[in-house]
C-alpha cells in the first residue's frame, strides 16, 4: 500500500522531472506553487523574498496587473501570428523598444532568447563588414548556441562544437591598451557586456568600455552591447550604454524584455539594417504577437511606475545597509549586483535561503549575485540586511 511519504515523493516534481528530463540543471530545495510581486509561495507552505528573479526575468515581479492583463487580452485576441504577416502590435513594440534604446539604434530585429539575439548580432555584423574574427571578453557570457558560446570565456566548457564558426579572441577585461592593440581593421566585430552578469556583476571600468568605443569606429568593427542581463531597466537606465553615454552598432536584449514571456531582441541602425533583405534572417516565433504585447506592458509599466527611480533608489540603500557579515564589497550596477563574500558565496545563498530570501551564485565563488524585480521596496531590502547580519561567522 502506497503511504503518504511515497505519494509525496512520487508527486515531487524534483522526483518526475529527474525521470524524464536530461539533468542538466542543479536544482534548488523548494518547489513554487505560486508568486506575487516579490515572493514566491512554495509547496511547503513557505513565502521567499526572491532577489534572483529567475534570471533577471522577473523585472516587474509576479502577477503585475499590467503585464498580465496585456498577456491576456493578445491571447483572446490574436495569440500568434508569424512575420509573414505585419501586425499593429509588433509594431507598437518595436517603436516603443526604439524609443527607449540609445540614439541611433532606430531598427528592431526579434527573436526569442538571448543567446539567438546574439547569434543573430554576430552574423549581421559578419555579414555587414565581410570580415571574420570578432573579440569578445575575458570572463564574458554569452549564451549556449555556436556563435554565442564561442564568444563566450570559458568556450571549451560552453561550446561543445567541432569547431568554431569565426575566428575569436577575447582581451583581458578592463586591459584598455590590450583593447588599443587588438581591434584592428581585421575584426568584424567586439562583443561585451557592460556590466558582465554571469561573471558575478562585475562593471566593466568606463575607460574600457570607452577604449572598446573609440577603437571599433576607428577600425570599422561593430561594437555589441551584451544587454541581456543588464538591460530593460535593471542598471537604472533602460540600458546600462546609456549610463555609460556610449552607443553601440548593436544592442541586444532579452530576460526582462518580456517579464516572463519568452522573447528577445536584436537593435542597430537603419544604416545597418539596409545591408540585409528578405531571407537574410528569420525566426518563426520572433516578435509573436503575445511576446510583443507583453515588452509593450514592460516597458510601459517602467514608465509609468518610475521603476529607473526605484533602481538606482534600491541600488543606493543596499550599498549603504548590505555590506554587514559576510558582504565585503559591493560590485555591479543597479539591480545586478555582485555582494563580494568573506566565504563562497554558495554558503551564504544557502544561509539567506534559511531566511526565506533567494539570491544567485555567479561564475566568481565569492560572489552572490542580486537580480531582483525592478519593484523592490525599502522593506525588502531591511529584510535582507538584517538576514545578512546574522549569518553565523565564517568558519575559517
Ligand atoms: C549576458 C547574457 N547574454 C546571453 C545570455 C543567454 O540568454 P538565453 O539563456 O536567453 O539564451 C545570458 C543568459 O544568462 C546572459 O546573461
Redesign the pocket.
Known amino acids: 500500500m502506497m503511504t503518504a511519504a511515497t505519494d509525496t515523493h512520487l508527486t515531487d516534481p524534483r522526483v518526475r522531472e529527474s525521470k524524464v528530463t536530461v539533468p542538466v540543471y542543479g536544482q534548488l530545495p523548494f518547489v513554487p506553487e505560486r508568486a506575487s510581486g516579490c515572493d514566491i509561495f512554495t509547496r511547503d507552505g513557505r513565502r521567499i523574498l526572491d532577489l534572483y528573479g529567475g534570471?533577471?526575468v522577473a523585472a516587474l515581479g509576479y502577477g503585475h496587473p499590467r503585464l498580465v492583463e496585456a498577456v491576456n487580452r493578445q491571447c483572446k485576441n490574436l495569440m500568434f501570428q508569424s512575420n509573414a504577416v505585419a501586425l499593429d502590435i509588433r509594431a507598437e513594440a518595436a517603436e516603443k523598444l526604439v524609443g527607449v534604446a540609445p540614439q541611433g539604434l532606430d531598427r528592431v530585429f526579434f527573436v526569442n532568447?538571448?543567446?539567438?539575439a546574439?547569434e543573430n548580432a554576430l552574423r549581421m555584423a559578419c555579414m555587414a563588414t565581410g570580415r571574420k574574427k570578432v573579440l569578445a571578453i575575458t570572463q564574458g557570457?554569452?549564451?549556449?548556441?555556436a556563435a554565442?558560446a564561442a564568444v563566450t570565456w570559458n568556450s571549451a566548457r560552453w561550446y561543445g562544437f567541432p569547431s568554431l564558426p569565426f575566428d575569436v579572441d577575447f582581451i583581458p577585461r578592463d586591459d584598455v591598451a590590450a583593447a588599443h592593440a587588438m581591434i584592428g581593421s581585421d575584426i568584424a566585430a567586439v562583443i561585451f557586456?557592460p556590466v558582465q552578469?554571469?561573471a558575478g556583476a562585475y562593471d566593466l571600468s568606463l575607460d574600457f568600455v570607452q577604449a572598446l568605443r573609440d577603437a571599433t569606429k576607428k577600425h570599422g568593427a561593430m561594437l555589441i552591447a551584451?544587454e541581456?542581463?543588464?538591460g530593460m531597466g535593471r542598471c537604472g537606465q533602460f540600458f546600462a550604454v546609456q549610463v555609460h553615454d556610449i552607443e553601440p552598432d548593436f544592442l541586444?536584449s532579452?530576460?526582462a524584455l518580456g517579464g516572463g514571456i519568452p522573447c528577445?531582441a536584436v537593435l542597430c541602425s537603419h544604416e545597418i539594417a539596409s545591408h540585409f533583405g528578405s531571407g537574410d534572417l528569420g525566426s518563426t516565433f520572433g516578435g509573436g504577437p503575445v511576446a510583443a504585447a507583453a515588452i509593450v506592458a514592460v516597458i510601459d509599466a517602467i514608465e509609468n511606475e518610475q521603476l529607473l527611480a526605484n533602481v538606482r533608489r534600491s541600488e543606493l540603500a543596499i550599498r549603504e545597509q548590505c555590506i554587514v557579515g559576510p558582504i565585503k564589497r559591493i560590485q555591479g550596477m543597479g539591480l545586478l549586483l555582485g555582494l563580494v563574500c568573506d566565504r563562497p558565496a554558495i554558503e551564504v545563498r544557502n544561509a539567506l535561503l534559511e531566511h526565506d530570501i533567494l539570491t544567485g551564485t555567479s561564475g566568481d565563488p565569492e560572489v552572490l549575485r542580486i537580480l531582483a524585480p525592478l519593484i523592490l521596496e525599502p522593506a525588502h531590502i531591511d529584510h535582507l540586511a538584517e538576514a545578512l547580519s546574522v549569518v553565523a561567522p565564517a568558519t575559517i
Open positions: 534570471h533577471a532568447s538571448g543567446a539567438e546574439n557570457f554569452h549564451g549556449r548556441t554565442a557586456e552578469g554571469v551584451d541581456v542581463q543588464s541586444t532579452a530576460k528577445a
